[in-house]
């Protein structure tokens, strides 16, 4: 297994269409999250999945954004009616749940520009 | 809510001396710390990290430090390489709770 991995690398759309991304997390994880990252910050935490369940939501996570994971392996991340402050990289994340030392590893993100 | 701080957006130290690089936190009940490398145009790469009941932790070229009464922590990189330019992200996080990261601190290393 080569790590987390994201398609696609690079998307540009236009304000109000939606787009999809998907990330496929590390084998073994059962723990796949997403952040989003803009330009001079960290990455911000969305969401996350322990398994198939989706266990937390940040409010930065509004209701034009969905996210899944349908069998407890892969996952997308929507945005529908997208706005061009939804532009930055949004990154993906798996671990191995297992109490204190859960280390998350990345995925080389997505970004997005919404025109 | 800034729980994890970055005070220094920048650092540049010569190839061979130490790099410090330094983090702050408000949050008490956060019990493991880590630190991550970034590339551009990459996700972030796990570099060390550190659960609470320590305070040194060492790999290799890479020391993190915890001082719990300041809520401060440090990566010390001995000696610094040009390999090593990249921004540095610190975060911490709670067990089954979500991990929080500072803003990042871009290191340059001058050969």
């Known amino acids: 297994d080569t790590g987390v991995s994201q398609d696609p690398r690079h998307k540009i759309t236009k304000r109000g269409q939606n787009v999809t991304f998907r990330c496929d997390p590390i084998s073994e994880h059962n723990r796949l999250y997403w952040y989003r990252q803009t330009l001079g910050q960290g990455p911000e935490f969305l969401t996350y999945?322990?398994?198939?369940?989706?266990?937390?939501k940040s409010r930065l996570l509004s209701d034009r954004f969905s996210a899944e994971r349908p069998k407890g392996s892969f996952s997308t991340l929507e945005i529908q009616r997208t706005e061009q402050g939804d532009s930055a990289m949004y990154l993906c994340?798996?671990?191995?749940?297992?109490?204190?030392?859960?280390?998350?590893?990345f995925g080389p993100g997505t970004r997005l520009l919404v025109l | 809510d800034q729980q994890v701080k970055q005070n220094s957006p920048s650092l540049s130290v010569q190839e061979g001396r130490i790099s410090i690089l330094n983090c702050d936190y408000t949050?008490?009940?956060?019990?493991?710390f880590l630190w991550y490398k970034k590339y551009p145009a990459e996700g972030p790469t796990f570099l060390i990290s550190i659960s609470s009941i320590k305070d040194k932790n060492e790999d290799g070229r890479f020391t993190v430090f915890l001082n719990k009464s300041a809520k401060h922590l440090s990566l010390h990189i001995v000696p610094s390489q040009p390999g090593d330019s990249a921004v540095y992200f610190c975060a911490a996080s709670r067990v089954n709770n979500d991990m929080r990261f500072g803003a990042g601190t871009r290191l340059t290393v001058k050969p």
């Open positions: 999945f322990q398994n198939e369940a989706q266990l937390e």
């Open positions: 994340a798996s671990s191995l749940s297992g109490g204190l030392k859960e280390t998350q590893y």
């Open positions: 949050n008490s009940m956060f019990d493991y």
